[in-house]
């Protein structure tokens, strides 16, 4: 069984930072992409980066320059370090992976949002 197990979300002030982890457990092969996307009340959910195994990055155009994803393939976790945070990046903010399961099966996994509240 593969878990993520997602931690950091908390309140902050407007300019702020904070940074979010998840770590991956369970039996698995390896683990390719991970991720985080966020959603905001009424909104629908969007990818803010990610990352493959290679460490190829990617971000929405909302957060390139102020948040870095970043992984560690040892511990098998990824992060998000958030700098100069604003209201509007308050949103839940959910971890993804894509997990090679077994060398012929590949499964999506995502952990439990946590919230990220930046006060004005």
């Known amino acids: 069984q593969v878990q993520l197990v997602v931690s950091g979300g908390c309140l902050v002030q407007s300019g702020g930072s904070l940074r979010l982890s998840c770590a991956a457990s369970?039996?698995?092969?390896?683990?390719?992409?991970m991720g985080w996307y966020r959603q905001a009340p009424g909104k629908e959910r969007e990818l803010v980066a990610r990352?493959?195994?290679?460490?190829?990055?990617n971000y929405a155009d909302s957060v390139k320059g102020r948040f870095t994803i970043s992984r560690d393939n040892v511990k098998n976790t990824v992060y998000l370090q958030m700098n100069s945070l604003k209201p509007e990046d308050t949103a839940v903010y959910y971890c993804?992976?894509?997990?090679?399961?077994?060398?012929?099966?590949?499964?999506?996994?995502w952990g439990q949002g946590t919230q990220v509240t930046v006060s004005s």
């Open positions: 993804n992976a894509n997990i090679l399961v077994t060398l012929i099966l590949h499964e999506r996994y």
């Open positions: 369970g039996s698995f092969f390896s683990i390719n992409t």
């Open positions: 990352t493959t195994s290679g460490g190829s990055t």
